[in-house]
């Protein structure tokens, strides 16, 4: 009943904004329209005027398209429908140069998807180029394998084959990379069932027949904006905006877009539109217009059911989304939108938003140049005071961040949207122009999945246009504050407001740009299980905190001894994946500042027990929802930003190297005859003792053990011995433990009984030489 009533008042706030923002943005294109156009001024101050006013148009009517479908979302609860109605389902894999490992995941993670009856999932590897080890992959794992003579029609032409060679009423598409979680068929083919019983027994002008249903792209590794701008803690996908609110939010006006992946698609509407559409680079936009002109409805799902790789590289995010502005401006010049009388009006907005989406590097380099005519070059862009800006701009403004803030569920801001549109458009505008007179782009290359790049200090030539543009915006800021001083007017505050703005954006992408150094090979995973470590002969209850394909950090409760002369395994189990893995330490650490009882182990997997133990790691860890954040993070505020990028940019790399847990002590210690000495620490390798007049050999008890030690050297008050030969330490995990609990009530305590133990391991315990930090 309260979350229902939170939902109301919620609702209402963002509808009570998004009206206020459009009664404020239309009383400041009214007034931008009629009081600041710079007549008088010459003909370049015409031209930048009516050119800004133009695109603020257009970009506040795609703002209004897109807000007035977010601001009354449906939600479509998944049906309950027979288990024995689910039909066959054909799945496509699609493929051309992609690495065997990445398919081996796609792949098996198909093969976990859940089904009443399992065999009427039928998976196709559908390879366009046409590779014997591909043919040899879908052998071993089981699959069908499909490829062609000829590469007419890409992506779209392969599709089409395997559409020929196939017969299952519904079809699902996978890129390469994009692996589903077991739940994917489960949560989609209802929907399809539903409505087959729905329409059941109607006649044909009264069936609603269901098109497809397109679940988001989400992705397990961090994209571009989150890495190279230490942002993974701090910021959603850049995709988590188009993805999870406006697909959802088409659905109201039936303009849902098929995006080639993760997608579910009726074969009957397919067959209605000839096929998957071969005469674009972005076929499935296309395919999915051609969809919804023949009647059919289809939905778009905020759920991420499958996750796969964003573009590794900057070069690559280019190249990826080229392809895909050009690709959208070309098909709809050839869709006809605007004259097609199969679409609806709410249809035709929503698809020429699509296509104005495409024109941010105009749009972008407008409102980076139009401050800096005027502040740097003396053209006047627009008339206007500083309390006509403060009563029509700023209301507008203002109600836009919150608008798009509120009605995104936070994904979205004002400031990342020209982050995001500022670092892309240099690169993206030439290509856009071109597209726009009809210069069409024939071939693309399939944009690189894989291991992130490092391309630190490699990107110089793409940081140039920012490097420009960045000293014409501070000679700008530095004009506009001698013109405020010499004249003794604020007026020019509000261009020097618009210069710092976009300095920073610039900055932002100069950063985004310059890159950032990889050091993980495989993609951590977060979660949250239980887990058991065995060591030798001893196994020890344990939290998992990450997990990748190649390594897992572990939260123990205790700083147990953990020796690679040891065999480790670690046992998992997560609903129905449960695997044993042979493990290998890399580090320790002890997070203080969290929890004074937490001990934080780092392994590399070494190899998997047990059947099929690759496959339920991999289950472990991509049959689930990606990790990264769904919303904005609260301080991410514009000099959190900087501050982190300038810090994280100039601090040296630090390796965690601590192979064993350091227990802090600060207790006396009993010696072997007589005396006591200061334990700082221990480490089961080295023990740190307070004080000078220290000998050079000593021999210590920890409870009832003895523990000879020689000094190695002295720093910062602190003498430090190294442990000889105390062979039983390692051979008995139980000793270690003996160990480690007389040191932390040591610890607890602050100091020593002063009476001595009664010594009843009187044998020397052997350590092994190892490089330790």
């Known amino acids: 009943m309260w979350n229902a009533v939170k939902r109301f008042l919620g609702d209402g706030k963002r509808r009570v904004w998004f009206l206020l923002n459009t009664f404020c943005s239309a009383a400041y294109l009214l007034w931008r329209l009629f009081f600041t156009i710079p007549f008088g001024y010459g003909a370049v101050s015409m031209a930048a005027g009516i050119s800004l006013l133009v695109i603020e148009v257009l970009g506040m009517t795609e703002a209004f398209v897109h807000y007035f479908s977010m601001y009354n979302v449906r939600s479509y609860p998944l049906p309950k429908v027979p288990e024995h109605l689910y039909p066959h389902v054909d799945v496509f894999i699609s493929t051309y140069n992609e690495e065997p490992a990445l398919l081996t995941k796609t792949i098996l993670a198909c093969k976990r998807m859940d089904y009443p009856d399992p065999s009427k999932v039928h998976i196709y590897l559908c390879d366009d180029g046409h590779r014997a080890q591909m043919r040899l992959l879908a052998a071993q794992l089981g699959v069908h394998y499909l490829d062609r003579d000829t590469h007419d029609g890409a992506k779209a032409g392969n599709l089409n084959h395997a559409l020929s060679m196939t017969s299952s009423p519904y079809i699902v598409t996978f890129d390469a990379d994009m692996i589903p979680q077991s739940r994917f068929l489960m949560e989609t083919i209802p929907y399809f069932v539903d409505a087959e019983l729905k329409n059941c027994g109607l006649p044909p002008e009264k069936q609603i027949p269901l098109g497809f249903v397109q679940t988001p792209q989400s992705f397990y590794d961090l994209d571009l904006f989150q890495f190279n701008l230490f942002s993974e803690t701090r910021i959603p996908n850049e995709q988590d905006y188009f993805y999870k609110d406006i697909q959802v939010a088409r659905t109201r006006s039936n303009s849902v877009i098929y995006g080639g992946s993760n997608t579910i698609l009726s074969r009957q509407a397919l067959e209605d539109v000839g096929g998957f559409y071969t005469k674009a680079i972005t076929e499935d936009f296309a395919t999915g217009i051609l969809i919804q002109k023949k009647g059919y409805v289809c939905l778009g799902l905020g759920t991420p059911l499958a996750s796969g790789m964003s573009p590794n590289s900057l070069q690559g995010l280019i190249q990826q989304r080229v392809r895909w502005a050009r690709g959208v401006i070309a098909t709809g010049r050839k869709m006809h939108l605007f004259s097609s009388g199969d679409l609806t009006f709410a249809q035709k907005m929503n698809y020429w938003a699509s296509i104005w989406y495409w024109y941010a590097p105009v749009k972008r380099l407008s409102y980076v140049l139009s401050p800096m005519l005027y502040a740097t070059f003396g053209f006047m862009v627009f008339r206007c005071t500083l309390p006509q800006v403060l009563l029509f701009w700023l209301p507008m403004y203002i109600t836009s961040s919150i608008s798009l803030k509120s009605l995104s569920g936070n994904i979205r801001s004002t400031k990342w949207t020209a982050i995001y549109e500022t670092a892309l458009f240099p690169f993206l505008l030439v290509p856009v122009l071109l597209e726009s007179i009809g210069i069409s782009l024939k071939k693309f290359k399939v944009t690189h999945k894989g291991q992130q790049e490092n391309q630190k200090g490699k990107n110089l030539i793409y940081m140039l246009p920012f490097l420009i543009l960045i000293l014409l915006s501070v000679t700008g800021i530095v004009n506009c504050i001698r013109i405020m001083f010499d004249s003794g007017s604020l007026g020019p505050v ?157 601090l040296a790399p630090f390796y965690q190297k601590r192979q064993y847990p350091r227990i802090q002590v600060d207790a006396d210690v009993p010696c072997l005859g007589g005396g006591w000495a200061r334990l700082s620490n221990f480490n ?73 133990p009664t010594v009843r391991h009187e044998r020397k315990v052997e350590f092994y030489e190892m490089d330790l930090v």
């Open 494 to 650: 509000v261009v020097l407001f618009w210069l710092v703005s976009n300095l920073f954006t610039m900055v932002m992408a100069l950063f985004f740009v310059d890159g950032r150094i990889p050091y993980r090979s495989a993609e951590r995973i977060s979660v949250t299980l239980p887990a058991r470590l065995h060591v030798g002969e001893v196994s020890y209850p344990c939290t998992l905190k990450d997990i990748s394909e190649k390594g897992v950090s572990l939260r123990m409760d205790r700083p147990h001894l953990v020796d690679r002369k040891n065999q480790m395994i670690l046992e998992i189990h997560d609903r129905k994946y449960h695997v044993r893995l042979q493990l290998r330490p890399v580090y320790v650490n002890q997070p203080q500042a969290e929890n004074a009882n937490a001990w934080d182990y780092a392994f590399v997997i070494e190899g998997h027990d047990g059947a099929g133990g690759y496959d339920h790691l991999l289950g472990i860890c991509y049959d689930r929802i990606p990790t990264h954040p769904t919303s904005i993070r609260k301080n991410s505020g514009s000099y959190q930003d900087l501050s982190i990028n300038m810090k994280r940019r100039a």
């Open 684 to 756: 089961y390798v080295y023990a740190a003792f307070s004080g000078d007049d220290l000998p050079e050999h000593l021999t210590f008890l920890v409870g009832e053990v003895k523990i000879s030690c020689r000094a190695e050297k002295k720093s910062s008050g602190y003498w430090l011995y190294a442990v000889e030969q105390p062979e039983v330490l390692y051979r008995s995990q139980p000793i270690c433990d003996r160990i480690m609990d007389a040191l932390l009530a040591l610890s607890a305590s602050g100091n020593a009984d002063r009476t001595p």
